[in-house]
Nanobody, 120 residues
Framework: QVQLVESGGGLVQPGGSLRLSCAAS????????MGWYRQAPGKQRELVAA???????NYADSVKGRFTISRDNAKNTVYLQMNSLKPEDTAVYYC??????????????WGQGTQVTVSS
């Protein structure tokens, strides 16, 4: 089993910044990709940003230039630096990790979610 612990959410004013962290622990042979998704009330969960073990990144168009994803492979931790936050960024943010087993099977794991609220 793999456990994900998220931290860093909260309430911030428009234009402010927050940094989310997600640490993975447990039976981890290798992690292929780590990422962040979000879900606002009444909307579907959407990809915010993802990063592979090789460092390739992918961002939603709505956050490009404002958010930066990074990872510390030694700590199995992924970060999301969010700058210039907007009210429309308000959502529950979920960490996602794709773990690879020795026989190359891949499994998805999800964090419990952390609330990000952007409001004056």
């Amino acid at each position: 089993q793999v456990q994900l612990v998220e931290s860093g959410g909260g309430l911030v004013q428009p234009g402010g910044s927050l940094r989310l962290s997600c640490a993975a622990s447990g039976s981890i042979f290798s992690i292929y990709a780590m990422g962040w998704y979000r879900q606002a009330p009444g909307k579907q969960r959407e990809l915010v940003a993802a990063i592979t073990s090789g460092g390739s990144t992918n961002y939603a168009d709505s956050v490009k230039g404002r958010f930066t994803i990074s990872r510390d492979n030694a700590k199995n931790t992924v970060y999301l630096q969010m700058n210039s936050l907007k009210p429309e960024d308000t959502a529950v943010y979920y960490c996602n990790v794709v773990v690879v087993t020795p026989n190359t099977n891949e499994y998805d794991y999800w964090g419990q979610g952390t609330q990000v609220t952007v409001s004056s």
